[in-house]
């Protein structure tokens, strides 16, 4: 497939997932109109050099002033530091962010016992002792040229996320702080890995809605123009909670039967679990269930309180 799409004169998506998944993870890039660049989530280390072909194919090289990973998780930070190395860009994260990116040796340990070895096909990020690194602080502003960006901390998938309102666009970049849009079946889904907070979740997606954003650009896996699918995850993750709240011990152990369970409320889980399973992307396939994973624990959790 082709190694990026041009959406308009100011905004393309780079494709930046490992083969055979490359359209899993987007990367946004957005350029102002005095040709001065910005990349929200550069995706994994090993596809640091798909964006640096991009870059300079565009004649963007010397041009990326700011990469904005949403949060650190190897699949839409790990190419942040070695690529602000051959641009010279800032990186700006969540402060509970930015020490992984320093020196990701923990987060590579916790990363491979939580998502195994699919890891590997993200690869190693460098460390980032000198690159510059700023905080991306909750509600500020931040302008280059004509472009202006909202920053919203929105943790819940994990506590070092951040989001991304473009203002004049009314566009927002979530990362996965409201879900995984799969486009093939226009259906959007959670994405909840340990640790997973069911609580800060809710509130982050309180505080996006409130934006009323028209345009949401998810980077798993595309762009859909209906800001209104934030309430409507907001309420697809209300059944969930709902629904696995009520179980017992027993059937939380037994993921088969809660997906069963929670399809039988949720019509978009339902129309993802009828879609062929060879149509669906392996990298999406494990994520799913740790998804599940991630929520059942929480419940577990909650009910433990």
């Known amino acids: 497939m082709d190694l990026y799409k041009k959406i308009d004169d100011n905004l393309y998506v780079i494709y930046t997932g490992p083969e055979p998944c490359e359209d899993y993870i987007n990367s946004y890039l957005l350029v102002s109109s005095l040709k001065k660049a910005v990349i929200i989530d550069p995706g994994p280390h090993n596809s640091t050099d798909k964006i640096y072909r991009v870059l300079k194919e565009l004649g963007l090289e010397k041009s990326l002033e700011l990469i904005i990973p949403t949060h650190v998780h190897l699949d ?132 996006m809605i409130h934006e009323k954003p028209k345009t949401l650009a998810y980077t798993h896996k595309g762009v859909r123009i209906d800001g209104e699918f934030l309430t409507k995850h907001y309420e697809q993750m209300e059944t969930w909670f709902n629904i696995l709240i009520s179980m017992d011990d027993n059937s939380l152990n037994d993921t088969k039967y809660i ?42 959790r909650i009910k433990s309180l």
């Open 76 to 207: 839409h930070a790990g190419a942040s530091a070695r690529l602000a190395k051959l641009t010279g860009a800032a990186v700006i994260a969540h402060p509970r962010g930015i020490p992984h990116i320093k020196d990701p040796r923990n987060l590579w340990e916790a990363s491979r016992k939580v998502q195994g070895d699919i890891i590997d096909a993200y690869g190693r990020p460098d460390d980032g002792e000198n690159i510059e690194l700023l905080e991306a602080k909750d509600m500020s502003i931040l302008v280059l040229d004509d472009i202006e960006l909202k920053i919203l901390h929105s943790v819940g998938h994990a506590s070092h996320h951040i989001s991304i309102l473009w203002i004049s666009r009314s566009l927002l970049f979530t990362g996965d702080s409201a879900g995984i849009y799969l486009p093939e079946i226009d259906v959007v889904l959670p994405t909840t890995p340990p640790p997973f907070r069911y609580e800060a979740y809710m509130e982050s997606l309180k505080k």
């Open 259 to 300: 997906k069963m369970k929670i399809a039988e409320k949720d019509l978009f889980l339902r129309k993802y679990l009828e879609m062929s399973e060879e149509k669906d992307c392996v990298v999406n396939k494990a994520n799913l269930e740790m998804t599940f994973k991630g929520f059942i624990e929480e419940i577990k």
